[in-house]
């Protein structure tokens, strides 16, 4: 268990909705990352948040969003959903933002769009 | 942007022979993250290098840093089933609030 805590686990959803993907990192980590893994495809970075401001961005679409509240958790928020982004997201967090860090990843949530 | 290549995509091997990954980074790097990615898992940390030319081991793992700070191997001696899963590396550039690129993959696979 890494302690890094994503929800939902699952979610099937139709092309065209908005769906809010969360993350709660462990505990002490200031640092927050999102990725999106497609099948069989490698990890692609979407965007980090450290303390509530973004820090670096990714390859992360218009569609997509994303935010770092006070109590550090995280939402990654996707909309106008197309079939191409059925995908793995995962969250990550770190120590803070810098150079070092171990990255620590949730266990994901699978994304079908249908 | 920074790119991060990894060789070999795929690698099929027999329990007991050994397996080099290979990452090379189109920038200099300030260090190198290696992850590993069980079948239906999260990637999980094994190790990080930083110096040029830094070689460490993980019991049957050598990881190498190069001395260009732009390339690094993963070496698994005599592999066994459950070094099975698909091994990251990963390359923070060396500017401020540089960013974490990961490595495209290589996927192992051990039989008996």
């Known amino acids: 268990d890494s302690g890094v805590t994503q929800t939902p686990k699952h979610l099937i959803t139709a092309t065209g909705q908005r769906v809010t993907l969360r993350c709660s990192p462990r505990?002490?980590?200031?640092?927050v990352y999102w990725y999106q893994q497609s099948l069989d495809q490698g990890l692609q970075f979407l965007i980090q948040y450290y303390n509530g401001e973004e820090r670096a961005k990714g390859n992360i679409l218009e569609r997509f969003s994303a935010q770092q509240f006070p109590d550090l958790h995280s939402e990654l928020n996707l909309s106008s959903l197309e079939l191409g982004d059925s995908a793995l997201y995962f969250c990550?967090?770190?120590?803070?933002?810098?150079?070092?860090?171990?990255?620590?990843f949730g266990e994901g949530s699978w994304l079908t769009v249908v | 942007g920074q790119q991060v290549m990894q060789i070999p995509q795929y690698q099929h091997v027999q329990e007991g022979e050994d397996f080099t990954t290979y990452c090379n980074s189109s920038?200099?790097?300030?260090?190198i993250q290696w992850y590993k990615q069980r079948p239906g898992g999260h990637p999980v940390f094994l190790i990080q290098l930083v110096k040029s030319g830094e070689v460490k081991k993980q019991k049957r793992l050598t990881f190498q840093f190069g001395e260009a700070k732009k390339n690094s191997s993963l070496h698994i001696t005599a592999t066994q089933t459950t070094d099975v899963g698909t091994y990251f590396c990963?390359?923070?550039?060396?500017?401020?609030?540089?960013?974490?690129?990961f490595g495209t993959g290589t996927r192992l696979q051990v039989t008996l």
């Open positions: 990963a390359g923070r550039g060396t500017g401020t609030a540089s960013k974490l690129t």
């Open positions: 920038t200099t790097l300030s260090n």
């Open positions: 505990s002490g980590d200031l640092s």
């Open positions: 990550a967090s770190s120590l803070d933002g810098d150079s070092g860090n171990t990255i620590y």
